[in-house]
């Protein structure tokens, strides 16, 4: 009996351990850049996750297409920082610098030791990533949240890609004989 339940318990750690250790490789890190209007998701595998942009428009009149006219300029706004951000910031020290420090805090709310060599492969894995699918990720942004403010008269847009939209979206064209 005693021999039933040691093994029992000794299947239950191991299963337990082992699902710890693919969690870990699992969970999502957000690295914020450009004042925090933009944000890289990612896993501690370096697989890219998402990409999201913020813009903002003023709305400029009372007519009725002025807010759609706003919306429109957020949008452009939004892409344009993914843009700029894959021209300027992607290849500079102070990309790597961002998700090291986010790996960083990561690892401290975690409280699980990452050696400096990891984060810093996993800094140049995302960093790859991002530079492969740049145009894909350009052309693979879609509004995921607009949002008005009558008060301000502005808008805020979110645009955003993920490689799972990217998929399925492709899937959708296919289907419809696009």
């Known amino acids: 009996m005693k021999r039933i ?9 191991i299963a337990g351990c082992s699902t710890f250790g693919d969690s870990k ?9 450009m004042g925090g209007e933009l944000k ?69 709310e975690s409280r699980q030791a990452v050696t400096n060599n990891v984060k810093s492969k996993i800094a140049t894995t995302v960093q790859e990533d991002i530079r492969q699918k740049a145009s894909t990720i350009l052309r693979g ?13 502005t808008v805020k847009v979110t645009v955003r890609f993920t490689p799972e939209d990217l998929a399925m979206s492709k899937k959708m064209n296919r289907l419809m004989g696009n």
């Open 5 to 13: 339940l040691f093994a029992g318990l000794l299947v239950v750690l």
């Open 25 to 33: 490789k699992d969970q999502v890190v957000d690295t914020k850049f």
């Open 40 to 108: 890289i998701s990612y896993t501690w595998g370096g697989e890219l996750k998402s990409v999201e942009s913020s813009g903002t428009g003023k709305v400029v009149s009372n007519s009725p297409g002025a807010v759609d006219e706003a919306y429109i300029v957020a949008t452009l706004r939004a892409r344009q920082q993914i843009a700029e951000f894959m021209r300027l910031d992607l290849d500079s020290e102070k990309f790597k610098k961002s998700v090291f420090e986010s790996l960083q805090e990561a690892e401290n």
């Open 141 to 153: 942004t879609y509004v995921s949240d607009k949002v008005y403010d009558s008060n301000t008269k």
